[in-house]
């Protein structure tokens, strides 16, 4: 195949994908990794928590963590001033599952680099190239262990 | 149920997704620790659990013994989420269920987390959260 004809088609297939970066996602095409693979690096390792919700997050998106209320600004209200107080905040994500319509993130919450913090699985629901849904479990890392694993 | 769960006669046949399916049958379905892990946990399992040793033998002591003292006691399968290559010998599979020692207790939102290779159950983490009286939404934990 021509060296031209390759590039067209390269790009057709990078056009494809949405963009991790900044601007809309689209509306319809994604796949749920597409979904996952947009909203993690921009959430979770960036912190960046305005454009990972207003890109990836639909408005009326159903939360069942018991301390939060529906929707996705409600969500925005929460933990945008929850990372500018704590800066050095961080999670790491361990693992990530997708099937169907769901992923799964299974991460750890640091407040600081001496912090054991918190485990967590996060699931997410997506739907037109929207998380729509967000299941949660979180459970402080304990100080002792009956194994030497760790919780990761 | 197309399967014997308890049927470890093919093992090296089975697929990560078909172990998955028979020890989730037994050990959430059917609240059978003790047969779920003597069937499809490897005695070298490796435990994230910070409340378990490591180890099929001693990890079961201790589900055993949760069962022995809470006869009631139950995991009710919210959702099951498969990771990739499950059709293959190796993967990774998230059960997400509510753990309830006695029948009237909210019990723990629960994610187990398991790796299966080639016929096994061989590591496991989880996270496990009481559910609270009261919630700030009205979709429930699950």
């Known amino acids: ?152 | 149920m197309d399967f014997d769960p308890r049927d470890t006669s093919g093992r090296e046949t089975l697929s990560a997704r078909q172990v998955a399916e028979r020890f989730v049958e037994l050990f959430h379905h059917q609240d059978n620790v003790v047969d779920a892990f003597n069937a499809w946990v490897h005695p070298d399992y490796i435990q994230h659990n910070p409340n378990a040793p490591s180890g099929r033998d001693a990890t079961l002591e201790v589900l055993a013994a949760a069962v022995r003292n809470n006869p009631e006691l139950t995991h009710d399968v919210k959702r099951v989420i498969y990771g990739e290559g499950m059709d293959g010998p190796e993967g990774m599979v998230v059960v997400h269920h509510n753990f309830r020692r006695t029948r009237g207790e909210r019990g723990w939102a629960v994610v187990d987390i398991m790796r299966i290779k080639d016929g096994y159950v061989v590591e496991h983490w989880d996270v496990m959260q009481e559910v609270p009286e009261t919630a700030k939404n009205a979709n429930s934990m699950f």
Request: include cysteine.
């Open chain 1, 1 to 152: 195949m021509r060296p031209a004809r390759l590039a067209a088609i390269g790009l057709l297939a990078i056009a494809a994908v949405p963009a991790a970066a900044a601007g809309p996602a689209p509306a319809k095409g994604c796949t749920t990794r597409d979904v996952a693979n947009g909203f993690i690096p921009l959430f979770y390792e960036q912190g960046k928590v305005r454009e990972a919700y207003e890109t990836w997050v639909a408005e009326d998106y159903k939360q069942h963590n018991p301390n939060a209320t529906d929707g996705r600004d409600a969500a925005i209200a929460f933990l945008e001033p929850f990372y500018q107080r704590n800066p050095t905040h961080k999670m790491t994500v361990y693992r990530v599952l997708v099937d169907g319509d769901l992923f799964a993130v299974h991460l750890r919450g640091q407040t600081g680099p001496d912090d054991p913090g918190a485990a967590a699985v996060d699931i997410l629901r997506v739907k037109d190239c929207r998380i729509v849904e967000h299941w949660d479990v979180t459970q402080r890392v304990p100080e002792s262990s009956a194994n030497p694993n760790g919780m990761f």
